[in-house]
């Protein structure tokens, strides 16, 4: 499976983006896809994620009720809408995704270690 993620630029404090991710190769059994990113100087941080059903969805507290994340699996392609950018929303964004098609390791999302697949970044500057 590879994942291509766009969708980042440039924007304002207060501007919203939409970043987009799409799968491509064997992708029968892709499961759940995350969001995660990096702002310089600091570790890559969880953001979102979804399961493969929808049916559960998370996010890390600071972009809760600004960012969402969803899919179209028909498609392939999974997006976190994100509102209300702020500076520290700064980062390389990265998606990821794994084999859990059934959704037995929803809870564990949260961390890098659950996925397997990982797409190249895409770069998002929020200025003030």
């Known amino acids: 499976v590879q994942l291509q993620a766009y969708g980042g630029g440039l924007v304002q404090a207060g501007g919203s983006l939409r970043l987009s991710c799409v799968a491509s190769?064997?992708?029968?059994?892709?499961?759940?896809v995350g969001w995660f990113r990096q702002a310089p100087g600091k570790e890559r941080e969880f953001v979102a994620a979804i399961t493969r059903s929808g049916a559960s969805i998370y996010y890390t507290d600071s972009v809760r009720g600004r960012f969402t994340i969803s899919r179209d699996n028909a498609n392939n392609t999974m997006f976190l809408q994100m509102n209300r950018l702020n500076p520290e929303d700064t980062a390389v964004y990265y998606c990821?995704?794994?084999?859990?098609?059934?959704?037995?390791?929803?809870?564990?999302?949260?961390?890098?270690?659950?996925?397997?697949?990982w797409g190249q970044g895409t770069q998002v500057t929020v200025s003030s």
């Open positions: 190769g064997r992708t029968s059994w892709l499961g759940s």
């Open positions: 990821a995704a794994n084999n859990d098609a059934l959704g037995r390791l929803a809870s564990r999302s949260r961390s890098e270690k659950s996925y397997r697949y």
